[in-house]
């Protein structure tokens, strides 16, 4: 038999009880052991955050029930199998896309695919296809930074790694784009609220990494908490209808948010009660419903009392049980992965790859690489030997519950080991001391710190934010340093010795002086298990960094948002108390070797464009050749410049090359007013060199 067969032969035997019970999702870290294995028997489509024998005794549960439909393991194995305190943890999505290296991030999905399969787990809630476009929301760590075309690319990337070959292969599992859609264009980055856009921003800016994520196949997609326009996300049939699946050719499931069912009711208030929101969510395309177990019973009470059709439940649970049998499940419902992987030194090895690839130099006036004949290296701040800020969110500290205090797993490198093992080395003193932590009031000794201080030759301060600072409910209005962090560089600034400032955050924050006076800056954002000897490295030249950076750094929080690709017309294009520029902008970052860029041309009949670089200095050096464009007049404004491609080339000093880009039509397209995409006739320009910013960019100017 067919799928298609298998599937409507299920389906013809189903009860509506049983039904309703597939579209369930039950979460196991909230119900008691003997609630989950009630639903289990009942036939519940899924269960998230249970791991190990748990899952197992759930799914031998769900085996036994009338129809033996097996049960869906999903978890949040966001950047790694994190939840799992051995398994290996790479740097967040927004570390990652500091690599722009598509293979760098499918490797990261398949490391954590194999890892979770061997867990016996189904499905991760991943990748987070969402812009990072307002950096006061606390999800930007999630994201893969501020642009469309990038955050597809790499959105791509990971679900070909999570997926693999297969999905019923045993070391693949389902991916999850989401949240669908504009959930982090929230007003005031208020985490959940209404995003303030219109449908054809929607299809300009933030549909284009679903469509392709879609395209790549992914499985299934997660709906986002907020709104557009008013209308929840979880009951915009338009949306999740006639655009996901009949305009995109969506052919898996859609999975709820966290409770978004009974938020219709409690937070969004647009439904009386549990029965009507049930109903309404159903209607619009929601597939499976995360944990809002009371579904069950609304919606098959909707449906005796004919508010409800069975006949929508039964396309909800037909594309759920056609995910069950691509993967195979029913006649291997536990994935058996690779036993001995999670942790395993290949797999340890693959994060060090990624936290080398992520780290991005900022400013360097010639201290870094430190040179050899040093004496002592002070290293200051909190974060400098942080593993819990170092992992950042989505790791073992912080879910499925918040815990802290739960003891650091080794391996990991913190940014003091990781200096402190160099320095071992080399003969090096190297001293630490806290300065002040992250958080107001709770340690300062700045003056402990400086007399730490004495008699370096160069001083490394770690600054950063904290888990508390960042993730779902954690959304900030000021995005400067927080603590005594300013006042702990001003002093250390004082002293006359070189400081080297490193950010391990979730986000870019407002970093004022401690960046503008640094003889150097480096940015590791949350970089994994090996995060800190990545940067270590880097400090001191045994790697060269190639870091690029997928989002904007704002100098004040009253100046975002500064993504790279706004609309123009900005009367006067400043503001009177602050710079208009971003401090640091989208795609930049330097390493130890600087390039060169001459010879851009473009030919406007084949679009093809080719322009060469060279390596100028004397270490050998990665370089990420960018190309943009504008559309110099359009039937509707586009952004100043828009990234459509990008490639990496690896030169040897003094090394030239010349690089091709082979574009589309479409590449240079927009979305008009009526929702058409199209590229209209006229003027563009193309831009094409080492960053988002003007000075960066050669141009041409061509005809389509």
Known sequence: MTISERVESLLGQMTLEEKAAQMVQVPYNAVSREEALRWAKLGAGSFLHVLGDNAREVQQAALSSRLGIPVLFGIDAIHGHGLND????????????????????????????REVATDGLHWTFSPVLCLGRDTRWGRVDETFGE???????????????????????????????????????????????DSEITERKLREVFLPPFRKAVEAG???????????DGTPFTANRRVMKEILRDELG?????????????????????????????????KAGNDMMMTSLGFYESVIRAVRDGRLQEAVLDEAVRHILTVKFRMNLFEHPEKRGVPGCIGCEEHREATLRAARRSVTLLRNDGVLPLKRGMRKLA???????????????????????????????????????GLEAICREQGIECVYHRGCSVEDGLYSDIPGAVRAAEGADAIVLVVGDNQKQMGEYRDRADLALSGDQNALFGALRATGIPVITVLVASKPLCLGETAERANAVLCGFNGG??????????IFGRLNPAGRLPISFPRHSGQVPV????????????????????????????????FAYDGLTMDADTLTAEVSVTNTGA?????????????????????VKQLIAFQQVTLAPGERRTVRFELRREDFSLVRPDGERVTEPGEFILFVGHSSKDEDLLQVSFRL
């Open 86 to 113: 051995h398994a290996t943890i790479f740097p967040t999505q927004l570390a990652c896309a500091c690599a722009w290296d598509r293979e760098v991030v499918r490797e990261m999905g398949r490391v954590t695919a």
């Open 147 to 193: 642009d469309p075309y990038l955050a597809g690319e790499l959105g791509v990337a990971i679900i070909e790694g999570y997926q693999g070959d297969s999905l019923d292969a045993e070391d693949s599992i389902l991916a999850c784009a989401k949240h669908y859609i504009a959930y982090g264009e929230a007003v005031g980055a208020r985490d959940a609220c």
């Open 218 to 228: 992914v499985a299934t997609i997660m709906t986002a908490y907020g709104s557009m």
């Open 250 to 282: 969506f052919d898996g499931f859609v999975v709820t948010d966290w409770d978004n069912v009974q938020s219709l009711v409690t937070r969004q208030h647009v439904c009386e009660n549990l029965e009507d929101a049930s109903v309404l969510a159903a």
């Open 379 to 417: 290293v200051i701040g909190e974060n400098a030997d942080s593993v819990v800020a170092q992992y950042g969110d989505w790791a073992y500290f912080t879910h499925p519950d918040m815990n802290l205090d739960h003891p650091p797993v080794r391996p990991y490198v913190t940014v003091r080991e």
């Open 529 to 538: 298990m090996y995060g800190g000897q990545a940067i270590a490295e880097a």
């Open 563 to 594: 993504y790279y690709n706004a609309l123009p017309g900005w009367h006067g294009g400043k503001y009177v108390d602050q710079e208009e520029t971003p401090l640091f902008a989208f795609g930049e970052g330097m390493g130890y070797a600087p």
């Open 619 to 639: 270490a050998e050096g990665t370089e990420t050749v960018q190309v943009y464009f504008r559309d110099v007049v359009s039937s509707v404004m586009t952004p």
